[in-house]
């Protein structure tokens, strides 16, 4: 039997259906489009838009007056859901990847409003264990702590980590050292003092799992180490599980948060950074960072490396016109040393570099865009240069010079100092902290003025994170030189850190921190921040916070709801301050194992 012929028309019934369809969804749009621009149905939706928002918040303020007035039900602040346990709200990757690209804009720190995020307890992961303790930690973590295998299986053949039954090991390598930073260290050796106390901070960029920065402990220098989160997102926190000094962030359109001529020597293993980029944006910011007299040490590209002959070549240009003296050049590694004093600028350079202005204050960095110019040595008066400042230890006991710049400045520090050796006396002796035990690696001082509170640990086997808040006085250049570390930051915001990566916290004056310095209205609410310090404190962590009875009643309300088991305790005897202390622990709960 033939086939019936059929008009064209009736023929394909499936394509005419496919682009009525078509026909629809654009006739569709347009008239969405149409009643969202030219009715009252655009403002309708935008308002309820606003008013959802705007619930969001009202719901975020009844949570916070509950928990302030003690009248939460159920009694502690819910628990996060459990893909939060390594939350960072100011490096979100969902959100910031829809922000600008240039100057790796996105990867910098950018923080939702407190009202924007949920107000609730990060859970730690699935068979997470208290961590290994110091100094064992240095070498091996927990894998369960932890269980992101990205860089092991990227990284095991250059020795950066590897996983070994029920931990990660971590054999001391790094990309540009595969046989280990010790190896790597020791040819650093031939060109810079590293031993003897000339040099004590330092700066690791783009460090990795900071392997560099735990090679040099050995050495008595103590380094900062950073890199941002990226495809390999748990670098930091893999550093900071093994007890080295780090932190999230990214050298892309701000100041780092340091104050200027912070530090005796930086360091870059094939950290990638364009350092003559933006007419030489990022070696402008190292110089601010490096103090005069001060060692540069770039390791990789593009230093005599491979089709990279244009970017080496203007990377010498840079150190030439900033008049840094070229040390040795081996292999892909190259060293500088910065002058001691003023840059020899204004001079002739292809990159148009010139000396900042007279009334530029180079320590303003807390969200502070990079300048174009380069900082004036004669900004920051003393002497404070590598090779004039103190050798390590001494200098942790001198008065530096930038303490002078504050009002009864040598009066204060010697006070402070006396004052926290005092404190920490009695903490030890009769509070029951832990302090100087392997139990305690890790630890921050939310409020550190002079870090009179850090040199009184210094004989204990921790690192204190010494934040100096962003609107008070700028006096993190002082702890600098006394040979200790830390950032600026505002406690209105997240810190750039990853959760469970202090052993213990420490503040005094913790309401002054959400508080408008010039006005002393609060900027933001106590439950917020303590809320952030259970975020970045392990489990069985320590809090210690020092403020008035009052304020240390609502503390401990606080305290109840974040699910921490806190005392108060009289301020230690000599002392004439009014003040009460509270001790607090993080208590280890999990989340509920889910049924299958």
Not at 33 to 53: E, K, N, P, W, Y
Not at 251 to 256: A, F, N
Not at 560 to 577: K, Y
Request: aromatic share 10%; glycine share 8%.
């Amino acid at each position: 039997m033939g086939h019936l012929s059929l008009p064209a028309s009736k023929r394909s019934p499936r394509q005419w259906k496919l682009l009525d369809l078509v026909i629809a969804v654009l006739l569709g749009l347009v008239l969405l489009f149409f009643l969202l621009v030219f009715t009252r149905l655009g403002d309708s939706l935008a308002a309820s838009g606003r008013q959802s928002l705007l619930l969001a918040s009202r719901d975020h303020a009844r949570l916070v007056a509950a928990v302030e007035s003690g009248k939460l039900y159920p009694s502690h602040i819910e628990s996060c859901p459990d893909d939060y346990a390594d939350h960072m709200p100011c490096e979100d990757p969902r959100r910031n990847s829809q922000l600008s690209r240039e100057m790796n804009f996105y990867r910098e720190r950018h923080c939702p409003p407190p009202e924007g995020t949920p107000l609730c307890l990060v859970p730690p992961p699935e068979g997470y264990k208290i961590p290994v303790q110091w100094p064992a930690c240095l070498d091996k973590i927990w894998h369960s702590n932890m269980p992101h295998n990205k860089i092991a299986d990227r990284k095991g053949h250059q020795g950066w980590m590897k996983a070994e039954g029920p931990y990660f090991i971590f054999p001391g390598g790094g990309t540009m050292f595969p046989d280990g930073a010790g190896h790597y260290i020791e040819k650093l050796k031939q060109y810079i003092p590293i031993t003897g106390g000339v040099l004590r901070t330092s700066l690791d960029m783009g460090c990795g799992v900071a392997s560099f920065g735990g090679s040099l402990l050995g050495e008595g220098i103590l380094t900062m180490s950073f890199a941002p989160r990226d495809s390999h997102k748990s670098q930091i926190q893999f550093a900071l599980e093994r007890g080295i000094p780090a932190f999230v962030a990214m050298l892309g359109t701000r100041r780092l948060p340091f104050p200027a001529f912070s530090f005796d020597f930086v360091h870059c293993s094939r950290c990638l950074i364009p350092f003559t980029a933006y007419n030489a944006t990022y070696f402008i910011e190292v110089d601010r960072l490096l103090r005069p007299g001060g060692y540069l040490v770039i390791s990789g590209p593009p230093v005599q490396w491979p089709k990279q002959d244009k970017e080496w070549a203007d990377l010498q240009a840079v150190a030439r016109a900033l008049c840094y003296d070229l040390i040795a050049v081996d292999g892909n590694t190259v060293i500088w040393k910065k002058p001691g004093g003023d840059s020899c600028l204004p001079n002739q350079n292809e990159f148009g570099l010139e000396l900042c202005d007279e009334s530029d204050d180079p320590s303003s960095a807390w969200y502070f865009k990079l300048k174009k110019c380069v900082a004036r040595t004669s900004s920051v008066k003393g002497d404070y240069a590598v090779g004039m400042i103190p050798k390590w230890p001494e200098r942790l006991t001198k008065v530096p010079a930038r303490a002078r710049l504050v009002k009864n400045g040598v009066d204060l520090f010697e006070a402070d100092t006396r004052r926290w050796a005092r404190r920490v006396a009695y903490y030890k002796n009769s509070l029951n902290l832990k302090l100087g035990s392997p139990a305690i690696r890790n630890v921050m001082d939310m409020n550190a003025f002079f870090g009179g509170f850090a040199a009184a640990l210094i004989s204990d086997p921790v690192w204190v994170m010494n934040v100096v808040p962003a609107r008070k006085p700028s006096t993190l250049g002082v702890i600098y030189d006394r040979g200790l570390t830390g950032v600026y930051h505002d406690w209105c915001e997240p810190f750039s850190t990853y959760p469970r990566t202090y052993d213990f916290i420490h503040v005094a004056g913790i309401e002054l921190l959400t508080k408008d310095p010039s006005t002393s209205k609060s900027r933001c609410h106590l439950v917020d921040l303590m809320v952030e310090m259970d975020r970045i404190l392990r489990p069985e962590g320590k809090v210690v916070i020092r403020d008035s009875p009052e304020v240390i009643d609502r503390i401990s309300r606080i305290a109840d709801a974040v699910r921490w088991s806190a005392t108060i305790h009289e301020q230690e005897p000599g002392s004439h301050a009014r003040e009460k202390i509270l001790v607090a622990t993080k208590s280890f709960w999990k989340l509920p194992t889910s049924s299958s």
